[in-house]
């Protein structure tokens, strides 16, 4: 057997984004950004397995905006627009307003009940499919992660759907030149340096750049932009792709892991009673064959 | 026996670096073949990369699989997204198996969520349980979701393969087996696997060079209870009078102490050593959540009252900048006293 690649006919649906390069070398990005609950103040609903997203705080996943400021950056380098998208329920548009005070220029909600229950598989079908909606995009750039799925699994789908080359958990863009991007990203124990042809899709990590606070103006540009609203019937889509009914993926069962393990403590006040706790803990240590 | 002759409905996917197996390789052996001794079918490893030698896919062998796929070329020797897709999804749709399981590692998580999307899978990020389901023969895939305040167990009841990332250093590999038997499968490489469009330049190590929080197993980590970053010294000594790895709060990253590949938490690094020391941390239930599947949690601090206390195996309630030279000194006078016997 040789290897081929896959098969064209196995691509998403839906017409080809326009191979068109924005014009004079400036940037059209899109960054996918997501609502996530604030840490601590999480509920499940038991029937589901899926996370309750109503009556919760909410912030922009944090690790998103390290995504929204890598875009910014580049825009204000290269010149171009920066395009937030969130799918989410009506809520996430407070996401987006969060992004267009930052700078994005535009804010995009992919919102409909039948996307409800999405897992990392069709989530980022459904991205991907407003992105061809939206037209030509120079880079996507996502988080590496959200902080309440934590599966980092959107991003790459999105590329995958897209047909885009994907770069994950970069940590530094070198430069961007004639199309292609020179860029490092962070593996377990290094640094892998890119290039990588445009259009494409990065996910970053905190490196990258530290993310700006809002300004006052775009505070309040973002309370006066029009937020664009894409449906389900606004995008080509498969139905048997969409929301829960189209997730490969059913979560069974949730259950709380028991959080204590009922360890010993120990108090050391004084030298002596320092002396005793490393003789103590070299012995703990000892037992559980750790030395 | 061919390739075609051996039944090997599990797979795992296997991870080298310059032509080595990383241990996470033999790790999602063992998964993998409990897995399949459940349902009765062969285990197979496939090795994606260049110059993989013959001992290390016998090494596959005798630590679990029954069939080694081995897709060798020399534009394929470091990890890049597109061409391991491309192979990977060719395998897969040649020989339809019917749980593949990777490691959740910087390549694992890009390959896997990439090809799920190709072969219109089911992807289960970062499982620290794999089972397979009594009656249906479905397979059970249990990880830690939201900051590790719940255990979600998942399946894919309809679309084939079934696929999970595994947690690094969330098993342990099977004692290698020199009797054990299996097949190598050299599998041709074409011209349509290779993409063009991201080509490597280069590798750099991490500065600080004394490892990767996740692959190792044992991590001491710092927070700003060490008030300054001189004193991470402190968290460094130990970590090499262990055989560790050092290892950071948001608030010691945050502060510019260490790098980011060094953050444990939430929104860094998730570890599963078989010990985690936390000097200076509090414990902060973002921090927690990427410490919460260590086997050993041992956490020194002045604060009784810290959160990390409530949640280790041995808590130090001490200023650590007393108590971790005590301690150093301890493991100094063992180590001499070791050395002396072995002369």
New interface residues.
């Given amino acids: 057997?040789?290897?081929?690649?896959?098969e064209a006919g196995?691509r998403a649906r839906g017409a080809a984004r326009p191979a068109v390069p924005s014009a004079g070398g400036t940037l059209r990005i899109l960054v996918p950004i997501k609502q996530v609950p604030e840490?601590?103040d999480?509920k499940?609903d038991p029937e589901t397995?899926t996370?309750v997203r109503a009556g919760v705080e909410t912030v922009v996943n944090?690790?998103d905006l390290y995504a929204v400021e890598a875009a910014l950056r580049l825009k204000a380098e290269r010149g171009g627009t920066v395009v937030a998208l969130s799918m989410g329920p009506a809520q996430a548009a407070k996401a987006l307003r969060e992004a267009v005070a930052m700078g994005c220029d535009e804010a995009v909600l992919v919102s409909d009940r039948r996307f409800g229950g999405s897992?990392?598989?069709a989530t980022?079908?459904t991205i991907a499919q407003a992105a061809r909606k939206l037209g030509y995009f120079d880079l996507v750039i996502a988080g590496e992660r959200a902080?309440?799925?934590?599966?980092?699994?959107?991003?790459?789908?999105i590329?995958?759907?897209l047909g885009l080359?994907?770069?994950?958990?970069v940590?530094r863009i070198e430069s961007v030149e004639g199309g292609e991007m020179?860029l490092e990203?962070?593996?377990?124990?290094?640094?892998?340096?890119?290039?990588?042809?445009l259009p494409?899709l990065l996910t970053v990590?905190?490196?990258i750049a530290s993310p700006r606070l809002p300004t006052l103006r775009g505070k309040k540009r973002s309370k006066d932009i029009d937020i664009a609203v894409l449906d389900a019937d606004s995008i080509d889509l498969d139905p048997s792709y969409l929301g829960l009914k189209g997730?490969?993926?059913?979560?069974?069962?949730?259950?709380?892991?028991k959080?204590?393990?009922g360890?010993?403590?120990?108090?050391?006040k004084d030298?002596e009673?320092?002396?005793a706790?490393?003789?103590?803990?070299?012995a703990?240590?000892e037992k559980?064959g750790?030395? | 026996m061919s390739a075609e002759t051996c039944q090997c409905l599990v797979w795992t996917i296997a991870e080298q670096r310059d032509g080595a197996l990383k241990d996470v390789s033999f790790e999602l052996l063992a998964r993998g073949r409990r897995l399949a001794d459940k349902l009765g079918t062969g285990l197979a490893s496939v090795v994606i990369g260049d110059g993989v030698s013959r001992e290390a896919m016998t090494e596959l062998v005798e630590r679990g699989a029954d069939a080694v796929y081995s897709v060798q070329d020399p534009r394929l020797a470091h990890f890049v997204c597109e061409p391991y897709s491309n192979a990977l999804s060719g395998l897969v749709s040649a020989y339809s198996p019917s749980v593949v399981l990777a490691a959740a590692t910087s390549s694992g998580r890009t390959l896997m969520p990439h090809l799920a999307v190709r072969v219109r899978a089911g992807l289960t990020a970062d499982c620290t349980e794999l089972d397979i389901e009594e009656g249906t023969g479905l397979l059970l895939q249990t990880r830690p979701a939201i900051g590790g305040n719940i255990m979600a167990t998942i399946k894919t009841p309809d679309r084939r393969p079934q696929m999970a990332t595994v947690r690094p250093r969330s098993s342990r590999p099977l004692p290698r087996d020199p009797a054990r038997r299996g097949i190598i499968v050299d599998v041709p490489v074409a011209d349509s696997v290779m993409d063009g469009r991201v080509r490597v330049l280069g590798y750099r190590k991490d500065a600080d060079g004394s490892g990767c929080v996740e692959e190792a197993g044992i991590v001491v980590a710092g927070g700003k209870g060490l008030k300054k970053a001189e004193n991470l010294a402190l968290v460094r000594g130990l970590a090499e009078d262990l055989g560790g790895v050092v290892g950071a709060s948001r608030e010691a990253v945050d502060r510019g102490w260490i790098g980011y590949p060094h953050q444990i938490g939430l929104s860094g690094k998730t570890v599963s050593p078989r010990l985690y020391v936390g000097i200076g941390i509090s414990g902060a239930i973002q921090h927690l959540a990427g410490i919460k599947t260590s086997e050993v949690i041992v956490s020194v601090n002045p604060d009784p009252d810290a959160n990390l206390h409530k949640l280790a195996d041995y808590a130090v309630v001490a200023d650590a900048f007393l108590f971790v030279p005590e301690l150093r000194r301890r493991l100094a006078a063992r180590k001499m006293e070791a050395d002396n016997h072995g002369e």
């Fill in positions: 057997m040789v290897l081929q690649s896959f196995k840490t601590g999480v499940m397995g996370v944090p690790l897992d990392t598989w980022s079908y902080t309440d799925g934590d599966t980092a699994q959107v991003g790459p789908g590329a995958s759907w080359p994907l770069a994950t958990y940590s020179i990203r962070l593996v377990e124990d290094g640094y892998q340096r890119l290039a990588i042809t494409a990590v905190k490196e997730s490969p993926t059913k979560v069974v069962r949730i259950a709380s892991p959080v204590s393990r360890g010993a403590t120990v108090i050391a030298d009673g320092v002396a706790a490393a003789d103590g803990l070299v703990f240590l559980k750790l030395l």
